[in-house]
């Protein structure tokens, strides 16, 4: 076959599925192919040059182009089909080398030809591992279980034996058999079930059983399958399937009257001999198969199974992704987040049969020796009973791991690994208490597993807000797709919280700051009028301070400044002696952007009489090392400046005094929580958005 041209290759192909003797000729008269009908006839060297020198021959009858050969009651017909081949092929005659009549029951479903699969000799052969009929010829390389449908005696069946087998029948079986998907086969007025290697897994081999709810509204129509594989092959579908067969005739028999049938998402639970009930979809569609005719009944129904499965559960769980989302969306404080997402999770029955969540909390009793201790608090629960499961109000997390019990032991564990674990009811790791959810969720099974994860906050300074536990559904395993469900649920309640408590982590800083700016306001005050009386008090005082200390009169002129003032501006006095309030007096030291405002703050203290307390940056940069890293931190360096007027007896401004502190690590600070807070806020729109992504392209390809 090699030495053919590709142009005839599909022929063979053609050829290979033709009833007819053909074989394919060179322009020198060889054979290069013979289909299996061909070799049936074992014509012999001379017939076959007495048939070719007949189509040579000049007056021969021509036929639509065809030479026309007559040789032992046989009519053959030789073609032109490209560069000198030619096909050679018997119209009449070749009926008697046919198999033997069927019986009248197989004759209705009969079609004219057969299904012909060469078996080749030489080197422009098929091979017989390439040959597809193994219905009729003895094929290499088939599958046990192909084999043994081969193998089968169908003699004791109302098909007949298999080389008594009609086109339309040896197709069918050769085309679901090939199948990769399940795919049944009922043929005939006896609904013969013949079925592909595929279905042997829903069948089973030993003890396995199906749960098959055909209809979701009626509770009636659950059966329980027992094993069929392989006593089910050859027989009556009534009958092999007579468990299940009853509530689904009526889409039998609309499928035996020539409609096509098609049933989604059918809930199959499946059992195999030592494992758990795993739940399963399928797609079901009932296909008639033409008859010989065409107008008579279907020759046969084709039960087509597609596993759904895949994009079953992704729906579902997309959907609870969403109702987490739209529970939590309008949570503004922690207390009404931890509700909120255990009402959004209380619709996944399925793949969250219970969920049981702790908040952390300072201790309010701590004891001086003690004084960080956490303690776990219960917020609430969805699927099962806190008293049931014997889940404790509240519990400490300063104990050690070897004192807990339970499921305080599996939470100390998350707290102090801030890792997810898993608990198993195989290994006892599973309180018995978690292994049931409440009536309606899970199946009502026996929860095996359940995952206990921390809730961090979103940010580079992880905290640990919570501790979160999931039981697992029971009938699904926890592969790579239910894992990511799970981070997804456990990742939105967790950037809310971050949103919702960055806020307050804002406020919390800037009332400590200003905490730390009315103390010194007042220790300044006090520090001053002390030093009223005494210039060399006041200098001490001065130059022992931690601030930047000043004073100026109300020209701006310097009257004095502390070393730590020149530090902080990084300049000599003598220098500083110079500088009055005027833009090119400190053009080369404030920062561009805030020299308008920092003289400007000078002249509100002049006009108006009236402290004022300003922030500006110098061109300088801040430099500092990270006391917790080594790393060096650079920036701009920012001043707080507070001023006030010192005024006389007569109602003027005598001298302008106050203190200046490099807040240059605060601003960092600042900056770096400004930035995380954005970081979050991009987190929640790159998760939505992602969730999105995840509802678009979670669903499985079932074509």
Avoid at 124 to 149: A, E, F, I, M, N
Avoid at 433 to 451: H, P
Avoid at 512 to 520: D, G, P, T
Avoid at 637 to 664: K, Q, R, Y
Wanted: aromatic share 8%; net charge negative; glycine share 6%.
């Amino acid at each position: 076959m090699d030495d053919l041209p590709a142009e005839l290759r599909g022929l063979i192909t053609h050829l290979a599925q033709d009833d007819r003797p053909s074989a394919i000729l060179s322009d020198a008269d060889e054979v290069a192919y013979r289909n299996a009908s061909f070799e049936g006839l074992a014509i012999s060297k001379h017939r076959l040059d007495v048939v070719l020198s007949q189509c040579r021959a000049p007056n021969r009858p021509v036929e639509r182009g065809c030479a026309i050969a007559e040789e032992d009651g046989r009519t053959w017909k030789r073609v032109h089909v490209l560069n000198g081949w030619t096909t050679l092929v018997c119209v009449r005659g070749h009926g008697d080398h046919t198999p033997p009549a069927a019986t009248s029951a197989q004759s209705e479903v009969r079609s004219e030809t057969k299904l012909g699969t060469p078996e080749i000799d030489g080197s422009h052969t098929l091979t017989k591992s390439q040959c597809l009929d193994w219905t009729k010829t003895d094929v290499l390389g088939l599958s046990p279980w192909t084999r043994y449908v081969r193998d089968f005696d169908w003699s004791t069946t109302p098909l007949g034996p298999m080389r008594t087998w009609s086109l339309h029948l040896r197709s069918a079986v050769v085309y679901i058999m090939n199948n990769p998907q399940p795919r049944l086969l009922l043929w005939g007025v006896d609904e013969i079930f013949v079925y592909n290697e595929s279905c042997i897994g829903l069948f089973g081999e030993h003890k396995a059983m199906l749960v098959l709810n055909i209809s979701r509204t009626d509770s009636t129509a659950r059966r329980d399958v027992g094993p069929k594989h392989p006593s089910c092959l050859g027989q009556p579908a009534p009958q092999a399937w007579a468990d299940i067969y009853e509530p689904m005739r009526p889409y039998f028999e609309q499928a035996w009257q020539g409609t096509p049938v098609t049933l989604t998402e059918l809930p199959v639970m499946m059992q195999r001999e030592g494992a758990a009930i795993e739940e399963k979809f399928f797609d079901l569609s009932l296909l008639p198969i033409v008859g010989q005719h065409g107008n008579d009944r279907p020759a046969g129904v084709l039960d087509e199974l597609v596993d759904v499965t895949q994009t079953v559960r992704g729906r579902r769980r997309r959907d609870s992704v969403r109702y987490v989302g739209q529970a939590i969306g309008s949570a503004t404080t922690l207390k009404q987040l931890w509700p909120a997402f255990l009402t959004g999770l209380e619709p996944a029955v399925v793949d969250a049969p219970y969920a049981v969540f702790y908040s952390i909390h300072d201790d309010d009793s701590a004891t001086h020796a003690r004084p960080f201790e956490k303690n776990c608090v219960l917020e609430g629960t969805v699927g099962i009973d806190a008293s049931y499961a014997a889940l404790p109000e509240q519990f400490g997390l300063g104990m050690q791991l070897e004192a807990g019990s339970g499921i305080i032991k599996a939470c100390l564990r998350v707290w102090q690994n801030l890792e997810p674990i898993t608990l198993h009811s195989a290994d006892g790791s599973l309180p018995i208490g978690l292994r049931r959810a409440s009536l309606g969720r899970a199946f009502d099974d026996e929860v095996r597993t359940a995952i206990i994860m921390p809730i961090m906050t979103a940010v580079a300074d992880e905290e640990i807000l919570g501790i979160l536990i999931i039981g697992l559904s029971p009938r699904s395993p926890y592969d790579e797709e239910y894992k990511l469900w799970t981070h997804i649920v456990s990742d939105l309640v967790r950037k809310r919280a971050t949103l919702i408590i960055l806020p307050e982590v804002q406020r919390r800083a800037q009332r400590i700051a200003n905490e730390l700016n009315n103390s010194l306001v007042h220790q300044l005050r006090i520090t001053t009028l002390q030093a009223e009386q005494s210039e060399g008090k006041f200098r001490r005082m001065a130059e022992s301070a931690p601030q930047g200390m000043y004073m100026f009169d109300s020209e701006g002129r310097t009257l004095h400044v502390n070393d730590k003032y020149l530090e902080i501006l990084g300049e000599s006095r003598e220098r500083h002696a110079t500088r009055g309030p005027h833009h090119d007096d400190w053009r080369d030291q404030v920062h561009d952007e805030d020299l308008d405002r920092f003289l400007q703050s000078w002249h509100t203290i002049i006009q108006k009489k009236v402290p004022v307390t300003f922030e500006y940056r110098l061109k300088k940069p801040w430099k500092s090392i990270d006391d917790a890293t080594g790393q060096e931190l650079e920036g701009e360096t920012w001043l707080l400046a507070n001023a006030f007027p010192d005024i006389g007896t007569d109602g003027e401004i005598v001298a302008v005094m106050g203190w200046l502190t490099d807040v240059s690590h605060r601003r960092m600070a600042e900056q770096v929580l400004a930035q995380r807070l954005n970081d979050a806020l991009e987190n929640k729109r790159q998760s939505e958005n992602f969730i999105g992504d995840y509802e678009t392209g979670f669903a499985v390809d079932t074509s």
